[in-house]
């Protein structure tokens, strides 16, 4: 038993965690992927992960934008029930920054040498990092600001090259746009999991519009996602089994699905927290320490 | 046994109501230290001073740095003069000290460390639109340089500001957003405003009216316009939650004074507003060439919370307001012209003195893609030529250096000049177009220096303590005071191509190729063979019938 508790003290090898957060749609009919973005972020940064750790790009912004009847605002809920953009929220690439190129320059770390520390992905081969990209998508590509695209080749080849660098520990990536699934399929690096909110061929649908708005809020996936992870909170023993069973063809219309053929542990194993927040690993220890006993004197300096 | 260097931190709002109705809101936060950056010693022990900055400046050789991120534009005849004037997107100008050997290069990388500081895209300040200006941005701290080269001055007009901008500005306060003044600062409130503001100043200060020691002066400071129909309700009737949704409860601590003033000069005998709750410190001070005075609320007073201990001004209008004072300078900018060839940009400047005439400095910065044509600049007044005693110009370089005109114009008492420059557009690479060039391309604000006469005499010595509205610009002499006036940002659209065009070139050119191709081959490759039509039926089964039987088929 002590065994057992040993291991699942020392389960998973990572010492830190990172979050890129991408949204890399323009233009104000786009909200739904800015507010997609923003409640990963927000779930993030409520189990843990600082700002300082957390890369956030946007393509564009919808809080003060001059369309927006409430201005600092996003909402994810209709009748304006939950504001994610907050109060707190640091943006590190907006606007024209969010390019394909910085993109990848940002996860293989081939920046210029004057690029500041909050727009960097420091992480090292104990760090697990969480990948979400939302936006529209094809057949094996995601369109960046409506002018140029990724290619899931492209996107394993950074993976790959990560690895080579040893960046990641453990990778999850998650991605909500049509077509998700292509995404995924050209992976090859070891230790990668994978979610995508539609299979291939299928396009993945927005939730509810607001109509004070007059945009749709949220894309179906990453709502009901939002919605499973404000039940995880830092000491929850949740896992990834259960978070590839969000939205189910019932709810999301289309089919999510997921990969876990790189992954070298067991899924049933991988807590949500491995990824989505920062947790300290605290060892209780039940003996007790006399702090009144007397001290050794120090050697005279 | 070297003294600690001490520290001395000031917050202060001041509210002005306007005349249109609506009301402006100032907020200034300074904190004096006393470190030499200039000097050999290096600087570690911050306490009051924020860090970030402290290590940005050291770095870098800073001497003066200044910083503004506006969102809206200024309105100037209907709220008359800006306490710190800004143009609309976000503006950096540096001074750096003579010690620095690459001013460029170092420029590059005081704003990519500044774009990861303030959460903005300012590291798309390059050499297309960075300029240095000869006349117009003097030192606003100590200093009597004269060499421009170590100078800087990059506007982007396109730039956002939201809330992300504001949350490592609040974390630059010693007291952040948990005391004194700095608690009003919410953004669901402060964005929802027709004009916000909110810069950096850092310069270096003297101590004691001979100057025998210097300090750094950090001034945060944040405009805000709330509008009477947005914010207000359409209700002419303003207090601190109704604009902030918040109330003051206590000073911060780190403090030495914390002070609300508001604008109570009678105009003209009779108060058109009833200030509550009422407080008996007035004061007057003479900004922006006029005295003015002001009821102040002393927040390290403990009797200004009241006895709910919390303090809400309110502000009750009673009578209508008399007429506004016009501002003595004005301008506007705009682009004539049609089509997407050529056009012209002209600017006016309005002298509404009545019999005073005074210079004014205008500086044009353009970017290169819109080429202008020097040889057509006319400057006109009351429809007569008016031709500037001093003109600094330096022309573009295609995607290299944008265009910088200074001027030193005189203008007449009450009149309007006029500046003309025609230019053609440029045709841009195709990969040089943003993701959505159909918004068009942004032209940053022209900037009107000018030392405007004053109707008071104004306060030459900088020692005194004024309250820090009044004391942001240096003054020399008494008869006028400095004024900075920012025109509108222009929004051209270029010539701009179908992007689709690609695609389509290569499926057309694919399917002339194929059909054309295609078919050429075929004629003359392909030969004919005469193929018997296949039989009837009947035919068939009787020929199945002569196989069986060895007889010739049919």
């Known amino acids: ?123 090292d081969d104990r760090s697990n990092i969480l990948i979400y990209l939302t936006g529209h998508g094809g057949n094996g590509f995601l369109k960046f600001q409506d002018s140029e695209e990724i290619s899931n080749v492209e996107l394993a080849d950074a993976f790959e090259q990560m690895w080579q660098k040893r960046r990641y520990n453990e990778l999850l990536f998650i991605i909500d746009t049509c077509q998700g699934a292509s995404m995924y399929e050209r992976f090859y690096s070891p230790n990668l999991m994978a979610l995508a909110s539609s299979q291939v061929g299928e396009d993945s649908l927005s939730h509810q519009p607001d109509l004070a708005i007059g945009v749709h809020l949220m894309d179906r996936y990453t709502f009901y996602l939002l919605e499973f992870l404000e039940d995880i909170h830092p000491s929850s023993t949740t896992n990834m089994n259960q978070l590839f069973k969000v939205c189910p063809k019932s709810q999301c219309v289309s089919t999510p699905g997921h990969r876990t053929d790189l992954f070298l542990r067991d899924p049933g194993r991988v807590l949500i927290t491995d990824f989505f927040g920062s947790v300290r690993k605290v060892e209780i220890t039940m003996e007790t320490i006399n702090l009144s006993s007397p001290m050794e004197p120090l050697p005279e300096r | 046994c070297a003294r600690a260097p001490m520290y001395d931190f000031q917050e202060e709002l001041v509210i002005r109501p306007l005349h249109s109705g609506d009301i402006y809101a100032s907020f200034q936060f300074r904190t004096v ?14 306490r009051l001073f924020p860090k970030s900055l402290g290590q940005v400046i050291t770095k870098f050789s800073v001497r003066e740095l200044h910083i503004s991120f506006t969102q809206g ?42 774009s990861g500081i303030f959460c903005a895209s300012l590291n798309f300040i390059d050499s297309t639109n960075t300029v240095q200006p000869s006349a117009s941005f003097k030192p606003l701290g100590i200093g009597n340089v004269t060499d421009h080269s170590f100078l800087r001055y990059a506007t982007l007009p396109r730039e956002i500001v939201c809330t992300e901008n504001l949350t490592p500005w609040k974390k630059l306060l010693p007291c952040g957003s948990k005391a004194g003044l700095s608690v009003l600062l919410k953004s669901e409130k402060l964005f929802h405003s027709t004009f916000h503001s ?16 210097t300090s750094m002066e950090l001034r945060q400071t944040l405009n805000v316009v709330f509008d009477l129909h947005t914010s207000g309700q359409g209700k002419r009737e303003w207090s601190l939650f109704k604009m902030f949704s918040r109330t003051l409860t206590e000073a911060c601590p780190l403090a030495s004074s914390s002070k609300v003033y508001v604008d109570v000069t009678d105009n003209p005998q009779v108060r058109p507003f009833e200030l509550s709750p009422a407080t008996p410190l007035l004061t007057q001070a003479v900004v922006l060439g006029d005295r003015r005075t002001y009821s102040v609320y002393d927040l390290t007073q403990q009797a200004s919370f009241g006895s709910s201990r919390s303090l809400n001004m309110l502000l009750r209008w009673k009578a209508a307001d008399g007429e506004m004072l016009r501002p003595l300078l004005h301008s506007e900018r705009y682009v004539a012209g049609y089509g997407l060839q050529a056009g012209e940009i002209h600017t006016l400047i309005y002298n509404h003195h009545p019999y005073r005439a005074f210079p004014v400095l205008l500086l044009s910065a353009v970017p290169w893609y819109l080429r202008l044509y020097i040889h057509t600049l006319t400057v006109s007044s009351k429809g007569k030529d008016n031709r500037p005693s001093y003109i600094h110009y330096q022309p573009s370089k295609d995607r290299e250096r944008p265009h910088l ?33 159909n918004h068009g391309f942004y032209v940053g604000s022209s900037v009107i220096s000018a030392l ?88 068939r089964i009787a020929n199945v019938i002569r196989r069986f039987r060895g007889v010739p088929l049919l």
């Open chain 1, 1 to 123: 038993d002590l065994n057992d508790k040993a291991g699942q003290f020392f389960n998973s090898g990572h010492t830190n965690n990172w979050a890129v957060l991408v949204c890399t749609s323009r233009f104000w009919f786009n909200y739904r992927h800015v507010a997609n973005t923003l409640s990963v972020y927000r779930s993030v940064k409520r189990l843990g992960i600082p700002d300082s750790r957390i890369v956030l790009m946007l393509a564009d912004d919808m809080a003060c934008n001059h369309r927006n009847p409430k201005p600092a605002t996003v909402f994810s809920h209709k009748n304006m029930e939950l504001n994610v953009y907050g109060d707190d929220v640091e943006v590190d690439y907006r606007g024209y920054e969010v390019t394909v190129e910085n993109f990848l320059r940002v996860l293989t770390g081939r920046l210029p040498a004057s690029t500041p520390r909050s727009k960097r992905l420091l992480s």
């Open chain 2, 33 to 46: 230290w006393d470190a030499d950056f200039m000097g050999d010693q290096k600087v570690s022990h911050y």
């Open chain 2, 73 to 114: 534009y200024w309105r100037t005849m209907q709220w008359g003069q800006p306490y710190l004037p800004s143009p609309p997107g976000a503006e950096l100008w540096v001074w750096f000290q003579d010690t620095v050997t690459d001013v460029d290069g170092t420029w590059k990388e005081l704003t990519n460390v500044l």
């Open chain 2, 198 to 213: 909110q810069a950096v100043h850092v310069r270096p200060v003297c101590q004691d009216p001979q100057c025998r020691t």
């Open chain 2, 405 to 437: 005109l200074e001027m030193l114009l005189q203008l007449p008492p009450n009149s309007v000049t006029e500046v003309t420059v025609e230019f053609e557009r440029a045709l841009l690479k195709w990969t040089e177009y943003t993701p959505d060039p």
């Open chain 2, 452 to 539: 405007v006469p004053s109707v008071v005499a104004m306060d030459t010595n900088s020692t005194l303590d004024r309250p820090l509205f009044s004391s942001f610009f240096p003054c020399k002499e008494e008869a006028s005071y400095f004024m900075r006036v920012y025109t509108e940002p222009l929004l051209v659209n270029l010539p701009t191509p179908d992007f689709s065009m690609p695609y389509n070139v290569i499926c057309l050119t694919c399917t002339v190729v194929a059909v054309g191709y295609g078919s050429l081959y075929n004629l003359l490759t392909r030969t004919f063979q005469v193929d018997e039509p296949s039989p009837g039926l009947a035919k």
